[in-house]
């Protein structure tokens, strides 16, 4: 089957930095996709890895490494607006988007 | 403003009822996607629409029924649903259903209560 772990919960504190890690195992692959949901709000897109290495978008940064089956989103700077939930999504062999549950992250003063 | 809106945003329903709920996407794509989302679990696509036609169902059952009359509206209409159907409903849309980097965007969804 199908599947993609990432954390359910993570604690940060503002002006610090924080990782929040991806593994999946999907039936081909086609990219693989972060995006920012608010609380009570829409999922909003954040970044795409399609090749290994990492891509810096401003505060946020994403991670791909394919032969590891793994991301990981780092967040610099935290602010209190980054608290949020994150979900990784990757694209299978069929182009579908097959979807974590959510990493919920939580901004402390 | 993500460029999809859903309505109602909220939705209280008896197993009885039957009511429908509105997607509509003003970016110009021809794909269109209905979600489930449920605390703490992955978005579970249900529907996806390609230039008005349907070309994916996951095994969802029949009393979810969903209609796509031109590429910029989608409804899902609901008929004796049960409460764990209670959910948040998220609708996307994209430039089409292929492709790698086929970015979906989604609307806030409709937060349903099935009594």
């Known amino acids: 089957g199908q599947n993609i772990d990432q954390p359910t919960e993570m604690t940060a504190t503002e002006g610090a930095i924080v990782q929040i890690n991806c593994t999946y195992q999907?039936?081909?692959?086609?990219?693989l996709f972060w995006y920012q949901q608010h609380a009570g709000e829409a999922p909003t897109f954040l970044s795409y890895n399609v090749l290994d290495g990492l891509e810096e978008k401003g505060r946020f940064s994403s991670f791909l490494s394919r032969s590891k089956g793994y991301s990981y989103l780092l967040l610099k700077e935290l602010q209190m607006k980054d608290s949020a939930s994150y979900l990784c999504?990757?694209?299978?062999?069929?182009?579908?988007?097959?979807w974590g549950a959510g990493t919920k992250l939580i901004i402390k003063p | 403003e993500t460029g999809v809106t859903q309505t109602p945003r909220h939705l209280v329903m008896g197993m009885t009822n039957k009511k429908s709920l509105k997607c509509e996407q003003h970016?110009?794509?021809?794909?269109m996607y209905w979600y489930k989302q449920s605390a703490k679990k992955p978005l579970e696509l249900m529907f996806v629409y390609n230039f008005k036609e349907q070309t994916e169902n996951n095994s969802v059952p029949s009393r979810f029924s969903p209609e796509c009359p031109n590429s910029s509206h989608l409804f899902l209409h609901l008929h004796t649903l049960q409460p764990e159907d209670s959910a948040l409903y998220l609708c996307a849309s994209s430039p089409r259903n292929s492709g790698d980097q086929e970015t979906q965007y989604f609307g806030p969804g409709t937060r349903l209560l099935v009594l």
């Open positions: 999907t039936s081909g692959f086609n990219g």
């Open positions: 999504a990757v694209k299978d062999s069929n182009y579908q988007l097959i």
């Open positions: 970016l110009g794509h021809n794909a």
